[in-house]
């Protein structure tokens, strides 16, 4: 009996043994743990766009320091990372500039929204032909420099002044930095060119070692006699007197240069027409107006004509033209505009910005050579 238990505990520990050795598919797997999927960590919200203000908002933040609002906080974080400004120091500027929603009622009203025939009255006057005159006698060696240099007639330099300006005499009233702020935060529609001009200024200004908070310009941010853009004075302001500076409110001749300069970096071709009266006639011409002045004229003055289009003085066929249809108080009157026309659309986009700078620059110049 002892012998068979014997052999009995034997073969039981034999097939024990069997099983633990044999391969993990041959005998029975253990209990699958259960796969629980793991939800990926969110993505970080999205900061939400600013919303853009009522005017009845605006109107409540008027006089209000921007010191401490969370977008301008974020500026100021920009500015010292990007460009090594002192925040404490950005902080009190921006705690001395408050909102002032008349800039943005003049942003939502500008000249140009008027018909040519009263727009033109604003610059086109005895007052600001003769302003123009004696400017050109003032600073005739200094214009005449400026033509040899750079290319840009005299009558042209004056004009823009004298559009700008009123040659000196009205560069604005408005604190630039406060119209610049304004613009780049409670002007939701044109920020992010604004936030750039004021980028540029406050640059600028630290380059130039004038303190921002003196300077006055347009409620657009312009500057100077020939109201540049934070952003223009940095890329086409010239010292044009050589005494080291580029000083665009109290030097006439840099501004006079500057202007020039402008005008032959944006592509002015000396001795060039700018624009011509045309006549039109048949129905294929209301196709051909141009209403927004976005590229140079492409369409040559002969294939105008093919489609009822004349000038009323001469000019060579083969030269790019557009068509212009301005208001005038008794109808249309319609122009050809040729490559010097578009820049000086680039100055301001607007045509009749550029037709009022080139009227009044024939005026001035009639009176100049006759004086």
Not at 103 to 113: L, Q, S, V
Not at 125 to 152: D, K, M, S
Not at 233 to 248: E, I, P, T
Not at 337 to 350: E, L, Q
Request: proline share 8%; with cysteine.
């Amino acid at each position: 009996m002892k012998s068979l238990y014997s052999r009995i505990a034997y073969l039981l520990g034999i097939i024990l043994l069997t099983s633990a050795c044999a391969p993990t598919g041959a005998g029975l797997q253990p209990a699958p743990v259960p796969v629980v999927a793991i939800p990926a960590a969110p993505a970080p919200e999205a900061t939400p766009p600013a919303a853009t203000p009522t005017p009845e908002q605006i109107a409540q933040r008027a006089g209000q320091p921007f010191g401490r609002r969370d977008d301008v906080q974020h500026f100021i974080r920009e500015m010292s990372a990007r460009h090594g400004f002192n925040p404490a120091q950005l902080q009190a500027l921006f705690d001395r500039v408050q909102v002032r929603p008349s800039i943005i009622a003049a942003m939502d009203r500008p000249a140009e929204a008027k018909p040519w025939y009263e727009y033109r009255t604003i610059f086109l006057n005895p007052q600001r032909i003769r302003g123009g005159v004696e400017f050109w006698r003032t600073h005739a060696a200094t214009l005449a420099r400026a033509e040899q240099v750079f290319g840009v007639p005299p009558e042209i330099v004056v004009a823009i002044i004298g559009v700008e300006t009123q040659y000196g005499g009205n560069m604005g009233r408005h604190r630039v930095l406060e119209a610049l702020a304004t613009l780049a935060f409670d002007y939701p529609r044109r920020a992010d060119f604004f936030r750039k001009e004021l980028e540029a200024f406050l640059l600028l200004t630290r380059a130039e070692g004038v303190d921002p908070l003196t300077l006055r310009g347009s409620y657009a941010g312009a500057m100077g006699w020939g109201q540049f853009m934070p952003t223009s004075y940095q890329n086409y302001a010239v010292d044009f007197d050589g005494d080291g500076r580029r000083d665009l409110w109290r030097n006439p001749r840099d501004a006079i240069g500057s202007v020039a300069n402008y005008f032959r970096q944006h592509g002015w071709r000396p001795g060039e027409p700018v624009v011509v009266p045309a006549r039109v006639g048949g129905t294929a011409y209301a196709d051909l107006i141009t209403r927004r002045l976005t590229t140079p004229p492409t369409d040559s003055v002969a294939s105008l004509q093919a489609q009822g289009v004349a000038p009323l003085t001469p000019v060579d066929g083969a030269r790019a033209a557009l068509l212009l249809e301005l208001q005038g108080r008794a109808g249309p009157e319609h122009w050809l505009a040729f490559h010097n026309f578009y820049v000086i659309t680039r100055y301001n986009r607007s045509q009749l910005y550029a037709m009022a700078v080139y009227q009044l620059s024939r005026e001035i110049r009639e009176r100049y050579v006759r004086s």
